[in-house]
């Protein structure tokens, strides 16, 4: 899980930074962190992701190979701008 994927679960629920942190058990500045690029996602972090939303493998996966597509896609477009 990257950080993007981290935000965008966070701003699906329409959470603010510090009821989200509240929400999985970490700090609002770990956070911020994370949105930021700053700071890895653990295990345990995504693990709490996965069970508080019942997030599957399937779910990581699928928004691993879309971000992937995502970046080809907008390294193309910028080509051939």
């Not at 699906?12 to 949105?35: C, K, W, Y």
């Not at 699928?62 to 992937?68: L, R, S, T």
């Amino acid at each position: 899980m990257n950080a993007k994927t981290f935000r965008l679960i966070r701003l699906h629920t329409g959470l603010t930074q510090q009821a989200f942190a509240n929400l999985i058990d970490i700090s609002r500045p770990t956070v911020s962190m994370i949105e930021l690029g700053q700071r890895t996602i653990t295990p345990v972090t995504i693990a709490k992701l996965a069970r508080h939303f019942e997030l599957t493998d399937e779910f990581f996966t699928f928004v691993e190979k879309f971000d992937g597509i995502s970046q080809i896609k907008n390294k193309k477009l910028l080509e051939e701008s």
